[in-house]
Nanobody, 118 residues
């Protein structure tokens, strides 16, 4: 069973940057879309960004222009570069494979905490 392990979270002030990593425990097909999600205290989990086969990306409107998703297929790792962080970006960030894709094993990470303070 594939496991995803996130890292790179931490505490920063508004305007700061963090880079999250999500490493899979075994090979994941490069055609498998992978994404990032987050959950703020008291709120539901929400979509942040995804990367699809061929390098196509998508972002939530709230992070577009500030966050960048990337992938290193050789290292089975997905990254999320977060710049110009805002207090509303605070939350537990998860990575996950796309459960609707035939190329993906079903997997979610345990999350990495991001806290942005003013």
């Amino acid at each position: 069973q594939v496991q995803l392990v996130e890292s790179g979270g931490g505490s920063v002030q508004t305007g700061g940057s963090l880079k999250l990593s999500c490493k899979a425990s075994q090979y994941i097909d490069s055609r498998c879309p992978m994404g990032w999600y987050r959950q703020a205290p008291g709120k539901e989990r929400e979509f942040v960004s995804s990367m699809y086969s061929g390098g196509t990306t998508s972002y939530a409107a709230s992070v577009k222009g500030r966050f960048t998703i990337s992938r290193d297929n050789g290292r089975n790792t997905v990254f999320l570069q977060m710049n110009n962080l805002k207090t509303e970006d605070t939350g537990l960030y998860y990575c996950a494979t796309d459960p609707t894709s035939i190329y993906c094993p079903r997997a979610w990470g345990q999350g990495t905490q991001v806290t942005v303070s003013s």
